[in-house]
Every structure is written in C-alpha cells, then in structure tokens.
C-alpha cells in the first residue's frame, strides 16, 4: 500500500495570511504515459462529509475558490491556501488514487490563530 | 445537482450483519465507478470497497475482504454494502463515493454518511 503522510498534524494561522500543508507519499503518484499526479486534496468541516477541492494535484474542483492551489509532482505535494478566512477552518487529507487500495493522509486541522 | 444519501446504519451486536444502502441521483448512476470509505469517530479516512460501473469488477481493503460484499443495482441508482461477521473495529461512519469517471479515480461528491456502531 502507498503510505501517505501529511505535515504539520496542525496547524494556525492567523486570518488572511497563507497556510501550508505538505503530503508525501511512500512512492511516486505521477504515471509516466500520462504525466499526471493521482493525487487529491480534501477538505472536511466538523460534522461535514469531505468535499474535494483539488485533484491530478494542482486543479481546483469546480466552485472551489482560488485562494487555494495544489503543487508537487512523484511523491511531494503542497496544498496552500493563500489568505486563510474563517470560513477555511476544518481538517485536510490528500489521497492517492495510482494505486488500490486508494489511501489518505492522516489529516492536517487548520485553526485560526 | 448530484446527490448520493446513505441509509441503512445502526447498532449492531459483534458478528452481527448490516446493509447500507446509497441512492444516487443527479448524473447518470451506471457510468461511474462508485466506492465506501469510512471514517472512525475522531480518526482519518479509510477506503472499504469500490464497483465498477457495469458492476462487473470489486475491490476491497483486505481487512473486510471475505466479511463485506459491495454491489449495485443500476435500475434503482443504488449502492450497497453487506456487512457481515461486524467487529468493533468495523465502527465509523460509513460515506459512499462518486468516483470522477473516465480513468479518474479521484472522489468527486460524497454523501453525508450514515453511522455504524458495533457493540455489545
């Protein structure tokens, strides 16, 4: 199985300023034929199923907002959220879907500051 | 608008069995791969089992293999998943998945869950 390990465990920020989590993977997501990343971020509010926000690492789910992006290609990704808003406070997973079983980070909590 | 809504949760004894059921609807249910990923209470995500859209392919975690069968029934845009043999460790909250179609395995819409507790 491909391990995924997200960093920091959590994290706060103050409002309007950036947030970064990075995700790693036990081995490369990124399939050559292709060159694309299987790589996904979500996010999850408390009480909340997941909502995806960005996949193939770097494109952003329709109707997610710019302030966040997704870097990184092989085994190193980035999610950034560029000017955190209070509305932005919940838990973050990345996943890999290269390979089954499909497996998630342990999730990051982003906390106001 | 898609939507996907889980039902078929509850407590149940250890070694006992439970059947979700997820209705789809909102795009059409037979062209997408779909899948269970659960969540224990206060932990991270963990994927179960995924179909095929034609039904004609299942995977599993090898922790419920042999114990949970998925499968579906694309006249009724209904999910399943037979829980059988439940331990404690099988407590969480059970979401189904819509996978992104055409080779993209990523989980675009989830449903609100449905709640699984196994005990004594």
């Known amino acids: 199985d491909i391990v995924m390990t997200q960093s920091p465990d959590s994290l706060a920020v103050s409002l309007g300023e950036r947030a970064t989590i990075n995700c790693k993977s036990s081995?490369?997501?990124?399939?050559?034929?292709?060159?694309?990343?299987?790589l996904a971020w979500f996010q999850q509010k408390p009480g909340q199923p997941p909502k995806l926000l960005i996949y193939w690492a770097s494109t952003r789910a329709s109707g997610v907002p710019d302030r966040f992006s997704g870097s990184g290609s092989g085994t190193d990704f980035t999610l950034t959220i560029s000017s955190l808003q209070a509305e932005d406070v919940a838990v973050y997973y990345c996943q890999q879907y290269y390979s089954s079983p499909r497996t998630f980070g342990q999730g990051t909590k982003v906390e106001v500051k | 608008e898609v939507q996907l809504l889980e039902s078929g949760g509850g407590l149940v004894q250890p070694g006992g069995s439970l059947r979700l059921s997820c209705v789809g609807s909102?795009?059409?249910?037979?062209?997408?791969?779909m899948s269970w990923v659960r969540q224990a209470p206060g932990k991270g995500l963990e994927w179960v089992s995924a179909i095929s859209g034609s039904a004609s392919n299942t995977y599993y975690r090898d922790s419920v293999k042999g114990r949970f069968t998925i499968s579906r029934d694309n006249s009724k845009n209904t999910l399943y998943l037979q829980m059988n043999s439940l331990r404690a460790e099988d407590t969480a909250v059970y979401y189904c998945a819509k996978d992104g179609g055409y080779g993209s395995d990523y989980f675009d819409y989830w449903g609100q869950g449905t709640l699984v507790t196994v005990s004594s």
């Open positions: 909102g795009f059409t249910f037979s062209s997408y791969a």
């Open positions: 081995q490369s997501v990124l399939y050559r034929s292709n060159n694309k990343n299987y």
